[in-house]
């Protein structure tokens, strides 16, 4: 009788291999699925800073004109980031450039070369609030 419980305990130690493989395989099929799913999810949480900082200067813009008459042509100018909001920066992922006259203006945000958006291309806005491209700018 004492050598019947002596080998179930001695058969119940440890893990074997095969469990360890069943569980390695496991983790590795929820990190394929999850670690996809986050970096899209982190790519369109920084397509929405572009948005946000395109969607600023298109408003202190239209400030501007509404205050001055005309749009600012030079978008460092301290009177638009100061007075109108400004274009804010996003860290490293978008630049944001503008090109203007004083009755249009296109504001475009760019992935920074070698960032981590390169593949999402440019969003821009105009002052008419054309957002291209649209299938961006609705996600």
Same mark, same amino acid.
């Given at each position: 009788?004492?050598? &019947?419980?002596? +080998?179930?305990?001695?058969? !119940?130690?440890?893990? %074997?291999?095969? !469990?360890?493989?069943?569980?390695? &395989? ?19 949480? +920084?397509?929405? #800073?572009?948005? /946000?900082?395109?969607? @600023? *200067?298109?408003?202190?813009? !239209?400030?501007? +004109? ?6 600012? &042509?030079?978008? #460092?100018?301290?009177?638009? @980031? /100061? ?5 804010? /920066?996003?860290?490293? #992922? ?8 004083? /009755? %249009?203006?296109?504001?475009?945000? %760019? ?5 981590? @958006? &390169?593949?999402?291309?440019? *969003? %821009? ?6 957002? *291209?491209?649209? #299938?961006?700018?609705?996600?």
């Amino acid at each position: 009788m004492k050598s &019947v419980a002596h +080998r179930s305990l001695k058969s !119940e130690r440890g893990i %074997t291999l095969i !469990e360890l493989l069943i569980v390695a &395989v496991i983790v590795a099929i929820l990190a394929g699925i999850s670690i996809p799913m986050y970096t899209g999810y982190m790519q369109r949480a +920084r397509r929405v #800073d572009a948005k /946000t900082a395109l969607e @600023q *200067l298109r408003a202190s813009q !239209e400030m501007r +004109r509404a205050e001055r008459g005309s749009y600012s &042509v030079d978008l #460092d100018l301290s009177e638009l @980031q /100061t007075t109108w909001g400004g274009p804010p /920066t996003i860290s490293g #992922d978008y630049t944001i450039t503008m090109v203007a006259t004083s /009755t %249009t203006f296109t504001g475009t945000a %760019t992935p920074t070369a070698g960032g981590r @958006q &390169v593949a999402d291309g440019a *969003l %821009t806005i105009n002052q008419d609030g054309l957002k *291209l491209p649209a #299938d961006k700018w609705r996600k």
